[in-house]
């Protein structure tokens, strides 16, 4: 049993910043992938950023620049910074382990908006 949470949502202005959380407990395996997504209305989800087993961090054309992806195995957590903060970039966020046995879990997400 994999059991996600984040934390960090909330409003934040055009231009500013923002530091999401994201808490793994359960059976994690270090060789497993860790994330972000977020979906908008309307819209499909969309990965902003992944760090498979290597530390590689992949991230979305959209947030590109703007983002900044850790994962800290030991302690089973991946943080998520964003600068810049457009009104595009409102969303749920949503945490994502992938594990090796090609099982996905994700956490219930946590809003993002982004508005003056």
């Known amino acids: 049993q994999v059991h996600l949470v984040e934390s960090g949502g909330g409003l934040v202005q055009p231009g500013g910043s923002l530091r999401l959380s994201c808490a793994a407990s359960?059976?994690?395996?270090?060789?497993?992938?860790m994330g972000w997504y977020r979906q908008a209305p309307g819209k499909q989800r969309e990965m902003v950023a992944r760090?498979?087993?290597?530390?590689?961090?992949n991230y979305g054309e959209s947030v590109k620049g703007r983002a900044t992806a850790s994962r800290d195995t030991a302690m089973n957590t991946v943080s998520l910074e964003m600068n810049n903060l457009k009104s595009e970039d409102t969303a749920v966020y949503y945490c994502?382990?992938?594990?090796?046995?090609?099982?996905?879990?994700w956490g219930q997400g946590t809003q993002v908006t982004v508005s003056s």
């Open positions: 760090v498979n087993s290597g530390n590689y961090i």
């Open positions: 994502h382990y992938w594990s090796p046995s090609g099982v996905d879990y």
């Open positions: 359960g059976t994690i395996s270090w060789f497993g992938a």
